[in-house]
């Protein structure tokens, strides 16, 4: 028995291999490609672990996938693997368009044979779980109610149409063919091993850096939090109890402004890191607003709760010193990531603002 990881080099799919191999000694094959967000180094703490075998590849690879299966022959598939920063699909959509869109077709193609061809019994309880983001949703209004699953997709940036299509994707194969998917369909992630482009590590590294904190527009942008090991239980929940062919929303029923986020983060970094030069509130600097910048999402968890019995362990206040005790206690990791190549995407993404 094992299963397979789409992205487990990635911010959540390392934290999910890392906590799946925590509760279970079921062994995880984990392809990721190693892009820009990709990172082994999250992965250190199994590099002697036989449960975990890794795989260098693309998702859009078809042999590669058909390899994988019939020599580990998997009882699930957990996809990740995707393009995610909406800044980098503005900048550059067709990445996007390759892996989350042929990626994921790629991926279903070769699983659907994969499972045709399982006996009776495996092919009953064999899952395909697929991972995307309330942002195939569009945005909400202030007064409006959070996301439910029955909303109608409305994606506003390259990269949540990306995701909107594969999540339609993974739905007409279930539909047409029978595969037994699930989908999550989760709010904003943050914890450990987050990528710095993302607003939280990002704060948390430029104010120690001494550097600006970009903020967007007037920083009123609402975002609902899930703190990482809470999305990965989740998932395994889903895995475990969910119903074929069903879509679960999972958030941390935490909703917040961008701009009370960061000064949270500046609390949290004056009481646990303080900086010679006074509070780090000094270095907030309102920034352009981004092309077409959703102004408010926010999850419905009821569903999940109600049907699957999941409900997130931390609050945003536990989540959130935790993740900041974790950046200051890992700071050769928050030095090796700083690669030239992500400082060159920064100087891109801001400078101009």
Known sequence: MSIIVTGGAGFIGSNFVLEWLRASDEPVI????????????????????????????????RALIDQLLVTHKPRAIVHFAAESHVDRSIHGPGDFMRTN???????????????????????????FHHVSTDEVYGTLKPEDPQFAETNAYAPNSPYSASKAASDHLVRAWHHTYGLPVTTSN?????????????????????????????????????????????????????????????????????????IDIVHTLIRLLDELAPSKEGSYARLITHVTDRPGHDRRYAIDARKIERELGWRPAETFETGIRKTVEWYLAHQEWVHNIQTGAYQEWVNKNYASR
């Open 30 to 61: 984990n392809l990721d490609k190693l892009t820009y967000a990709g990172n082994l180094e999250n992965l250190d703490s199994l590099q002697n672990d036989p449960r975990h075998t890794f795989v260098r590849g693309d998702i859009c690879d």
């Open 101 to 127: 869109i042929e990626g994921t077709f790629t991926l279903l193609e070769a699983t659907r044979g994969y499972w045709q061809a399982l006996e009776a019994d495996a092919k009953a309880a064999f899952r």
């Open 186 to 258: 989760c709010s904003n992630n943050y914890g450990p091993y987050h990528f710095p482009e993302k607003l939280i590590p990002l704060m948390i590294m430029n104010a120690l850096a001494g550097k600006s904190l970009p903020i967007y527009g007037d920083g009123m942008q609402v975002r609902d939090w899930l703190y990482v090991t809470d999305h990965c239980s989740a998932i395994r929940t889903i895995l475990a109890k969910g119903r074929p062919g069903e879509v679960y929303n999972v958030g941390g029923w935490n909703e917040m402004p961008n």
